[in-house]
């Protein structure tokens, strides 16, 4: 629609197209003038806004796309992962794994046998083995140790042939044959082991940690007694008897038994204070009992002497102190105040 508006010095009447609103006009009179109305009372500000949004949105939509296009971190990182395991040097796969191998470790029982199972006991002095035929031993043990059963059998062999009276060997290729499923393999060799030297513990023990294992508990104790009747100094066979006890219900004997144990390594002790496993055993039966004073002396001198498990159980013996605690399976209060 034309504009219309007058001349402000002749007052003449002007027509202009709508489009030419905002622009200057001269009149006929020679007037300078500016025609009203139209696009240019628009405001600026809208206008800025506008070429802002123009140019905004496309470049929005381009980085949206950008991040849709982009794989999320834990892909990434996997992929990283991936190209980190491919350029690793061959070497590093023969380092010891948290857990064994499959093929190392065949279906066997839940309850696996330790080397503890195969430990030197007894009074008897420990049979004189050749230093090439240990050697193959303490490989074969830490393999043994890391589940690669294939590996350890293959080292134990080893020292069979370059010792074939190797009584260590052999006990821990019974162990083996537990480990891998083979029970009743085991526990026929762990018998044999027995009738050949019926004064030896070790074979004796393997037999007893082979019928805990598989729940003959009975049969475990028979076994365990035995044990302790052929080697009474070893104070860590009635600390598993006093063990085997709380597991089939039997507290009260499990009560008897730790009194008797605490008495015997109390005289042990005084007879051989250097005996890493009878100070730690004394401790710790001493602990449960709950006569603390006289546990922590023995648990420091088996941390002295070096004992594997007596720092565990310095700090077990503090927690208890702290939370005040009764003493263990229920036994007397007087036997805090037992007398030495």
């Known amino acids: 629609m034309p504009i219309e508006f007058r001349c402000t010095k002749c007052d003449r009447t ?46 929005l939509f381009y980085m949206l796309v950008l991040m849709e296009e982009e794989p999320p971190r834990s892909a990434i ?41 195969v430990r030197d006991l007894g009074p008897k002095p420990r049979q004189a083995i050749s230093p090439n035929a240990q050697r193959r031993i303490t490989e074969g043990d830490a393999s043994f140790a890391r589940g690669q059963y294939n590996v350890a059998s293959a080292a134990y062999e080893e020292a069979l042939a370059i010792d074939g009276a190797s009584l260590p060997a052999r006990l821990r290729l019974a162990a083996i044959l537990f480990n891998t499923g083979k029970v009743d393999e085991a ?5 044999g082991l027995i009738k050949k030297d019926t004064d030896a513990v070790t074979p ?30 070893e104070l ?19 009560i008897n038994c730790r009194y008797e144990a605490v008495s015997k390594g109390r005289e042990q002790a005084k007879t ?19 006569n603390y004073d006289e546990a922590e002396k023995h648990l420091q ?19 208890a ?10 036994d007397s209060p007087t036997t805090k105040t037992e007398k030495k």
């Open 14 to 59: 002007q027509r202009v197209p709508d489009y030419t609103g905002g622009t200057q006009f001269k009149c006929e009179c020679g007037q300078l003038l500016t025609v009203p109305g139209g696009k240019s009372e628009v405001n600026v500000l809208t206008i800025a806004m506008i070429a802002v949004v123009i140019v905004t949105v496309p470049i």
């Open 77 to 117: 990182e996997e992929t990283e992962e991936a190209t980190v395991s491919e350029v690793a040097p061959a070497d590093t796969a023969t380092e010891e794994p948290e857990s064994p191998a499959t093929e190392e470790a065949p279906a066997g029982p839940s309850a696996k046998l330790s080397l503890a199972a």
């Open 187 to 191: 526990k026929a060799e762990a018998q």
């Open 204 to 233: 004796q023990y393997l037999l007893a940690c082979i019928y805990r294992a598989t729940g003959a508990h009975m049969d475990a104790h028979r076994q365990l007694q035995l044990c302790i009747d052929l080697a009474p100094a």
């Open 236 to 254: 860590s066979l009635r600390s598993e008897l006093v063990d085997l006890l709380r597991e089939t219900g039997d507290e009260e004997g499990a």
């Open 272 to 290: 051989d204070p250097a005996d890493a496993d009878t100070q730690f055993f004394l401790g710790k039966m001493l602990c449960e009992l709950g």
């Open 301 to 319: 001198s088996a941390q002295g002497l070096k004992h594997p498990q007596a720092a565990a159980w310095m700090k077990r013996l503090e927690d």
């Open 321 to 330: 102190r702290r939370a005040n605690a009764k003493p263990a399976q229920g």
